[in-house]
């Protein structure tokens, strides 16, 4: 058998003009071996699919061979014959004639897996040719009122499809395998024992909840200021790189984990840094600012630093980001570290294209839907934490609802999911009494006051909740979460009776 045309060699028409990248004998040469030995494709390693030829009848043939292995059926010149018979190009080429010359030459067989890896490798230069020709003509064309940024954005896009080996449109998915993804993740929840088919938060009350983070999900985390938005987003992001970490050096058939990109644009990253240092050594965030540490906090705050070291952690604290510019830099740090969860603290600090800076909703309804887009695009579950108005505090009932989110209904229609952090010590901390004198010299009724304020503040310090307002894929309701302000610090409690958790399911 001829070798292979060398991907470099793109012959020209007779005007000149140049081919697209193509090896016509490759593909002839790859479908021989394949009617000869339909095993030839359980052994390819190369994601070869019909779209990836050149020739269409070439697709067509090939489509053709894997609906037949499908169905447990043999594919040959004698079983294809029957699909082709009335196919004008098979016409041209000699009829059913030309089936049985791809298997007279098994030369094919020598080589199969470096046959398909050339056919894919020569489509994804084709696909590299039509996004260069779309740049191309993008960037002459000045009818349109787009940024040069946008293009670039839109371009990079284009290209982080191709890296991935993806057309530029994604073909419609069958049933079928939509199926045994849905079955592989029942297969994973029930392998987890905690009915987590997601990637988990490492807090147990909200992965039983949600059954994990899921890819594609876009989740909104909102609260008023000071109830810990940022904090239990740390928290998540590090107890999902730090499950990651530990499925690499033990094994496992699922890995819950994943690499995770933060995006800080209210926080620096030494400041996000020192955050997360504080809770894992469980060293208040105020000794280390202040520097005044014990020998044993020091000693916690090495071994944390040593945790710490390998974390597949990344933070990007760049401010001012576009929705545009964000989905870029996501797109990167999938690239090159393979992220499986994007944290973004927070959304109104997100900047949108620029067309529609006159209007705040309509630019938040377009940050929104861009962060679905990444979620879907990206195929992992985005966090972006967001800011409630400040209707909550106009009411009795300080719990947070659906309608106090900020600026636009468009959050709440784009999420999958919206959590509300409620912490009812926050407010009873603010209508603290006075204290009582130490002497005793104050009155009974001040005495009492305070007696009662804190005996109900005891009673509800350091419990928080979590409200799930909305979920797309299971119950809405509340999930009890414990916060060390001191270090700012989510856990699962260790309870048996929610109640005590002040909370009305």
């Known amino acids: ?61 090939f489509e053709r061979i894997l609906a037949l292995i499908e169905r447990n059926a043999t594919a040959s010149p004698v079983t294809l014959r029957p699909h082709f018979e009335a196919d004008e ?98 297969e994973a929840a029930m392998n987890s024992g905690g009915g987590l088919s997601g990637k988990t938060s490492g807090l147990e009350t909200l992965d039983q909840k949600t059954a994990g983070l899921h890819d594609s999900d876009l989740i909104i985390l909102a609260g008023r200021p000071g109830m810990g938005k940022t904090s239990l987003a740390t928290n998540i992001a590090f107890n999902c790189a730090e499950e990651h970490l530990k499925w690499q050096s033990e094994g496992g058939e699922h890995c819950y984990g994943a690499p995770t990109a933060f995006f800080s644009l209210e926080m620096s990253a030494d400041q996000l840094a020192t955050r997360i240092l504080a809770e894992q050594s469980e060293v208040s965030s105020e000794a280390l600012r202040s520097g005044q540490l014990s020998r044993d906090d020091f000693q916690k705050l090495s071994f944390a630093s040593q945790r710490l070291a390998e974390l597949p952690l990344y933070i990007d604290d760049t401010p001012g980001l576009t929705i545009g510019a964000l989905r870029t830099r996501a797109r990167r740090l999938k690239r090159r570290h393979d992220i499986g969860l994007i944290v973004i603290d927070y959304l109104q600090l997100l900047q949108g294209s620029g067309r529609a800076n006159d209007n705040r909703v309509n630019e938040i309804s377009e940050i929104s839907r861009g962060l679905k887009t990444l979620a879907k695009e990206l195929g992992v579950p985005v966090i972006a934490l967001s800011q409630l108005s400040r209707a909550v505090e106009q009411r009795d009932d300080k719990r947070p609802m659906l309608s106090d989110l900020r600026e636009s209904g468009s959050i709440e229609q784009d999420a999958d999911m919206v959590w509300f952090i409620y912490r009812a010590d926050y407010y009873k901390e603010a209508v603290r009494p006075d204290m009582p004198n130490p002497d005793g010299s104050s009155s009974i009724e001040v005495q009492e006051k305070y007696a009662q304020w804190e005996a109900e503040y005891l009673e509800i310090k350091n419990k928080a909740s979590l409200i799930v307002a909305k979920q797309r894929h299971g119950s809405t309701g509340n999930v009890p979460l414990h916060f060390q302000s001191e270090i700012t610090k989510f856990t699962s409690p260790n309870m048996r009776d929610y109640s005590s958790w002040g909370m009305d399911e």
């Open 1 to 61: 058998m001829a070798e292979p045309t060398p991907l470099s060699l793109v012959d020209n028409d007779a005007d000149g003009t140049r081919k697209l990248p193509s090896n016509l004998e490759a593909e002839a040469a790859f479908l021989g071996a394949v009617l000869i030995d339909n095993r030839v494709i359980e052994e390819l390693q190369t994601p070869i699919r019909p779209h990836h030829f050149f020739e269409p009848l070439h697709e067509r043939i």
């Open 89 to 186: 190009a098979l016409k041209e080429l000699g009829g059913p004639k030309y089936l049985a010359q791809l298997t007279a030459n098994g030369a094919g067989l020598l080589a199969p897996r470096e046959l398909a890896q050339q056919i894919y490798d020569l489509a994804l230069l084709r696909e590299l040719v039509s996004v260069g020709r779309g740049l191309v003509e993008g960037a002459l064309d000045t009818s349109e009122d787009t940024s040069p940024v946008d293009r670039i954005a839109q371009a990079e896009a284009d290209l982080y499809r191709v890296a991935e080996g993806a057309a530029t449109g994604k073909d419609a998915e069958s049933f079928r395998d939509a199926a045994l993804t849905a079955i592989k993740m029942v």
